[in-house]
């Protein structure tokens, strides 16, 4: 069965800090994917990789960074925390551009 | 550039009801489209994938179609039950990542 996993449910951190969210799927997919989705927003893709090592900028890259260095596991990386990125942060999978994506069960970051 | 509109944007039906959900997109010149189900504080989870080359798929209480020319999908769910209260997004990927419409809260009163 297909997984993608996130190294957290809840997460609280103080503005200034520096954060790292993880994403791990189990299915030998090239791409991965990092959104956030805030009320009355939608989902908004923050940066996505389609190979190890490789990465491009989504939507709202702004404040965030990515690192993927091995296949599996995609993190993101907010290098000062602020109160506007307070949200819930997605990660997915999938096995190319146009195919079926797959979600994690996202991670609730809250920022103070 | 791609933009998806859900209508409605929420809707409560008596459980056993048979309903449809709208998806529109502006470009038809895409690859697939999407069909999840999000749970209030949880990830989403897909429920149906329609190339851009099948007029439509289907799972279980669920079925979607797709009109590319229109730009439009609709996933219809039959025999509703409280189960199925849940926000359902559609999502469409062209020759870039999904680009998703924010979703049609949909409730299913017992």
């Known amino acids: 069965d297909v997984k993608v996993t996130q190294s957290s449910r809840y997460l609280v951190k103080r503005t200034g800090e520096k954060v790292f969210l993880e994403c791990v799927q189990d299915m030998d997919h090239e791409n991965m994917f990092w959104y956030r989705q805030d009320p009355g927003l939608g989902l908004r893709l923050i940066y996505f990789s389609y190979d190890v090592k490789m990465k491009e900028k989504g939507d709202i890259p702004e404040g965030y960074s990515v690192s993927r260095e091995k296949k599996e596991r995609f993190s993101l990386i907010l290098e000062s925390a602020s109160t506007n990125q307070t949200s819930m942060y997605l990660c997915?999978?999938?096995?190319?551009?146009?195919?079926?994506?797959?979600f994690g069960p996202g991670t609730r970051l809250t920022v103070l | 550039k791609q933009e998806v509109t859900q209508i409605p944007a929420a809707l409560s039906v008596p459980e056993g009801e048979n309903l449809v959900l709208n998806c529109s997109f502006t470009?038809?010149?895409?690859?697939?489209l999407q069909w999840f189900r999000q749970d209030p504080g949880k990830g989403l989870t897909s429920l149906l994938l329609i190339q851009s080359s099948q007029r439509e798929q289907t799972s279980g209480r669920l079925n979607a179609s797709l009109d590319k020319s229109s730009g439009r999908s609709t996933l219809y769910i039959a025999a509703s039950q409280p189960g199925d209260s849940a926000t359902y997004l559609c999502?469409?990927?062209?020759?870039?990542?999904?680009?998703f419409g924010k979703g049609t809260r949909l409730s299913v009163i017992a």
């Open positions: 470009d038809s010149a895409i690859y697939n």
């Open positions: 997915a999978s999938a096995s190319g551009i146009g195919f079926e994506q797959f």
């Open positions: 999502a469409v990927s062209g020759n870039t990542p999904l680009v």
